[in-house]
């Protein structure tokens, strides 16, 4: 089992910034990816960027050059610096973290871009 715990979101004008994190515990050793996930009213959860246990990093066309994932050395904790961000990315975030067996989700934190 994994558990996750996000934090950070807020309310930000366009053009400002903001750092999500996540923190997982449990059986931390058996997560092959972290990443983060979006969902804006009415749409699909979509993906933002991952980040491997090897390190290899994907994001979303949308989020390229504004967005950065990272994690800590213990690989217990990921992070998603939003840079330049604007209203479209209004949506509540989830820190996803995917094992051998099943992927697990953090409860979410909402991100409202808006002046």
């Known amino acids: 089992q994994v558990q996750l715990v996000e934090s950070g979101g807020g309310l930000v004008q366009p053009g400002g910034s903001l750092r999500l994190s996540c923190a997982a515990s449990?059986?931390?050793?058996?997560?092959?990816?972290m990443g983060w996930y979006r969902q804006a009213p009415g749409k699909e959860r979509e993906e933002v960027a991952t980040?491997?246990?090897?390190?290899?990093?994907n994001y979303a066309e949308s989020v390229k050059g504004r967005f950065t994932i990272s994690r800590n050395n213990a690989k217990d904790m990921v992070f998603l610096q939003m840079n330049t961000l604007k209203p479209e990315d209004t949506a509540v975030y989830y820190c996803?973290?995917?094992?051998?067996?099943?992927?697990?989700w953090g409860q979410g934190t909402q991100v409202t871009v808006s002046s």
């Open positions: 980040i491997t246990v090897l390190g290899e990093l």
């Open positions: 449990g059986s931390i050793f058996s997560i092959s990816v």
């Open positions: 996803n973290a995917k094992t051998f067996s099943r992927g697990y």
